[in-house]
């Protein structure tokens, strides 16, 4: 079965302060992806990745960064946390899209990250 | 404006009911329609998809319905049970763009009374 963990999985941080919030995944999966969840809505894509070292922009990029080391590793980065960004973070991963061009995302946990 | 949208944002049925979960999107490319189901604390798991080629898909007591015309789609979950009682989240995604990007709903909050 599909395997993403997160760490940490709740994070206090200061406005102004650098966050970096880290996903692995176990399954050999080719493409890795990070959402936001705010109270009461649904995910929204904020990066992806098809290959390591490459990452491209989702929906809501603005005041994040990420990098893909390897392809187990996916990281998701605030240079500089503000209020407007605390929510949860999910990272998922999927298998090749292949000819299909669309595959299952496997979540991991969830990081609750609050920004004071 | 909201790609996909869901109603009823929460839903409470009896156990043994049908429960029945909208769904409905603007973008005429969206093709993959995958379903999660989410706990609390948990992150959300797929638990039923469909291609737009379809207009109906079946994997036990779930049942997806699929209108193109529309735009609509509707999950059923036949005889409902307590552990059925989740968050459902609709998401939607276009295949031929090759990312895997997907686009989700603000969810259906389920509860099944026993």
């Known amino acids: 079965e599909a395997a993403v963990t997160q760490s940490p999985r709740s994070k206090v941080a200061v406005t102004g302060g650098k966050v970096t919030l880290s996903c692995h995944q176990t399954?050999?999966?080719?493409?890795m992806y990070w959402y936001r969840q705010d109270t009461g809505h649904g995910l929204r894509l904020i990066h992806y990745s098809y290959v390591a070292d490459s990452t491209e922009k989702g929906d809501i990029p603005d005041g994040y960064k990420a990098s893909r080391p390897s392809q187990e590793n996916f990281s998701l980065i605030l240079e500089l946390a503000s209020l407007s960004q605390t929510a949860v973070y999910f990272c998922?991963?999927?298998?090749?899209?292949?000819?299909?061009?669309?595959?299952?995302?496997?979540f991991g946990p969830g990081t609750r990250l609050t920004v004071l | 404006q909201q790609q996909v949208r869901q109603s009823p944002q929460s839903l409470t049925v009896w156990e043994g009911e049908t429960a029945i979960l909208n769904c409905s999107y603007e973008?005429?490319?969206?093709?993959?329609f995958p379903w999660y189901q989410q706990f609390p604390g948990e992150g959300p798991a797929l638990l039923i998809s469909?291609?737009?080629?379809?207009d109906k898909k079946e994997d036990g007591r779930f049942t997806i319905f699929f209108n193109k015309r529309e735009k609509k789609l509707s999950l059923h979950i036949a005889d409902s049970q307590p552990g059925d009682s989740a968050t459902y989240f609709c998401?939607?995604?276009?295949?031929?763009?090759?990312?895997?990007?997907?686009?989700f709903g603000d969810g259906t909050v389920l509860t099944v009374k026993p």
């Open positions: 998401a939607a995604s276009e295949v031929n763009t090759n990312t895997g990007k997907l686009t």
């Open positions: 399954n050999n999966h080719d493409y």
């Open positions: 998922a991963s999927s298998e090749g899209l292949g000819g299909r061009n669309y595959a299952e995302q496997f």
């Open positions: 973008n005429s490319a969206f093709d993959y």
């Open positions: 469909i291609l737009s080629v379809s």
